[in-house]
């Protein structure tokens, strides 16, 4: 356990080194071998690939959730290039029939560049994605980001119900945090949290995050708010099944697509609602770290792929 969460951490870190992304990037050697990785867990690098194996999914009875990838972005006229994207891609849905929420990092659309060209672009997607019978979910990001966060979520939902939020149980924060977005309408998506954070702010991964995880998910239940529990984590299913939370119709499970796809579909078969979280995008490679750190032995995969070959994870849901 010790070696795992070193290795966590130390890939963590390695994910938000700029020098190394670009070296991978360019390397006509290694980058090759990073898609064919990335693969299992990315549906592709264009909206009609999210929007394809959504289809799939969709049909497979699971809910969906769609990202363009991307976030601190630093000049505006990317911020707008990416609020385009996700207005295209809202559009496309849109005419297809297709039910998805669409997820996003504010840092993406302008948060990194100027708060104001974030709400203002949040704004925009918002009343879209209304228009096209969607949804929007706010990611969480660094804590240090989390009160501007929080601040345009505000808002923007009392003006469009359609916007939801993401909390990290591991902030010592969220617990206040949760209780002030009761009095907000948009659905509340709980995730333990992928950041290193100062710990003196935080809980580590233990049995106490645990703990606080299924607290906040009690307090959602009583105070009959939408929420999804977006966990990967079978000790955390196996309570919140037990307390019948599940089967609440403001409550579903919410993975990330090819992370625990036989979880998924058993939940799935159960009868109980799963949404799939499908990103699609050339920006993959903090999203293919991020994923590799949650779960160590997702090395394993991806060396396997590597050597095997491009695999998607379509077939296993």
Request: net charge negative; glycine share 6%.
């Amino acid at each position: 356990m010790v070696i795992e969460k070193q290795f966590a951490d130390g890939l963590k870190s390695i994910a938000r080194n700029l020098d190394i992304k670009e070296y991978i990037q360019q390397s006509p050697e290694l980058y090759p071998l990073f898609q064919k990785s990335v693969k299992r867990f990315v549906t592709g690098e264009s909206k009609e690939d999210g929007i394809s194996i959504g289809d799939q999914l969709i049909h497979k009875g699971y809910r969906i959730s769609l990202e363009f990838i991307g976030e601190n972005t630093i000049t505006k006229e990317e911020c707008v290039r990416a609020k385009e994207e996700f207005i295209a891609l809202m559009k496309e849905c849109g005419n297809r029939g297709i039910s998805s929420r669409i997820s996003l990092d504010l840092s993406h659309i302008g948060l990194s560049v100027n708060p104001e060209l974030a709400y203002e672009s949040l704004l925009e997607l918002a009343k879209v994605a209304q228009s096209n019978g969607l949804s929007l979910m706010i990611s969480m990001e660094e804590s240090a980001k989390t009160d501007q966060i929080l601040s345009i979520y505000k808002r923007v939902v009392s003006e469009y119900s359609n916007v939801g939020v993401t909390l990290q149980a591991q902030l010592h924060r969220t617990l206040d945090d949760i209780n002030e977005l009761f009095n907000y309408s948009g659905a509340i998506r709980l995730v333990k949290g992928a950041y290193q954070e100062p710990s003196d702010i935080c809980i580590p991964r233990s049995d106490k995050l645990d703990e606080r995880y299924i607290q906040l998910v009690d307090l959602c239940v009583k105070a009959n708010h939408q929420v999804s529990i977006a966990s990967h984590d079978e000790v955390i299913y196996k309570q919140v099944i037990e307390r019948g939370y599940l089967q609440n119709p403001n409550v579903e499970a919410e993975m990330l697509y090819g992370i625990r796809p036989d979880l998924s579909k058993k939940l799935k078969d159960d009868g109980l609602a799963v949404r799939v979280y499908l990103t699609y995008g050339v920006e993959w490679y903090l999203y293919l770290c991020h994923r590799i750190a949650e779960y160590p032995p997702n090395i394993y995969i991806a060396i396997t792929d590597m050597i095997q070959g491009e695999k998607d994870s379509t077939q296993l849901y």
